[in-house]
């Protein structure tokens, strides 16, 4: 049974800051890439960013420059450090972990968390 869950969401001002985690909590044996996903009202999920096990990252071109994605596999935690906000970046933030699990001998498979809101607005 694996647990990820989001933290760090808020209702910030545009031009503003938000870091966000994701905390993974279970029978663990391996995770390998981590990404988090957005929703905004009306909208299908899309990626923001991504980070594979060995620390390579994907942005989506919207959050390019703005957005950082980072990892800490001892604390099986990811981050999305998120500056210069804009009001299009307002969405359910969702963590995204493909997990090998401890029992079994079976694949490993995504898992989702609950998700966290980010508003921007003036």
């Known amino acids: 049974q694996v647990q990820l869950v989001e933290s760090g969401g808020n209702l910030v001002q545009p031009g503003g800051s938000l870091r966000l985690s994701c905390v993974a909590s279970g029978s663990i044996l391996f995770i390998g890439t981590m990404g988090w996903y957005r929703q905004a009202p009306g909208k299908q999920r899309e990626l923001v960013a991504s980070?594979?096990?060995?620390?390579?990252?994907n942005y989506a071109d919207s959050v390019t420059g703005r957005f950082t994605i980072s990892r800490d596999n001892a604390k099986t935690t990811a981050y999305l450090q998120m500056n210069s906000l804009e009001p299009e970046d307002t969405a359910v933030y969702y963590c995204?972990?493909?997990?090998?699990?401890?029992?079994?001998?079976?694949?490993?498979?995504?898992?989702w968390g609950q998700g966290t809101q980010v508003t921007v607005s003036s």
């Open positions: 980070i594979t096990a060995g620390g390579s990252t």
């Open positions: 995204n972990a493909n997990i090998r699990l401890r029992v079994g001998p079976g694949s490993p498979r995504d898992y």
